[in-house]
């Protein structure tokens, strides 16, 4: 069973940078055919697409976030790490990590989320 917890602090002043750590237990993120990725909920709004991280060390972001992410990982620690710059309180959320398969839109195991407040 596969397992992600994300981790990293609740409030953050705007002009900083948001970074948040997913550890993943009960599977290897090196693994093949899997991306690991960010997502994030805003209050009120839809889950939005922040970006992956795949199997291989390749990165993907979404365009419209790209400029300010940038997401990385420690395979010693099987971690992938979140890095949002520039954050405005519209940055303001509910994040997520999770486990997509390759080739398809399926996500198959989530983090529970943690909420990231922007505010100063």
């Known amino acids: 069973q596969v397992q992600l917890q994300e981790s990293g602090p609740g409030l953050v002043k705007p002009s900083q940078t948001i970074s948040l750590t997913c550890t993943v237990s009960?599977?290897?993120?090196?693994?093949?055919?899997?991306?690991w990725s960010w997502i994030r909920q805003p209050p009120g709004k839809g889950l939005e697409w922040i970006g992956y991280i795949a199997y291989g060390a390749s990165t993907y972001y979404s365009p419209s976030l790209e400029s300010r992410t940038s997401i990385s990982r420690d395979t010693s620690k099987n971690q992938f790490t979140l890095q949002l710059s520039s954050v405005t309180p519209e940055d303001t959320a509910v994040y997520y990590c999770?486990?997509?398969?390759?080739?398809?839109?399926?996500?198959?195991?989530w983090g529970q989320g943690t909420q990231v407040t922007v505010s100063s």
């Open positions: 999770a486990r997509q398969v390759w080739g398809t839109y399926e996500y198959d195991y």
């Open positions: 009960g599977g290897s993120i090196t693994t093949n055919y899997y991306y």
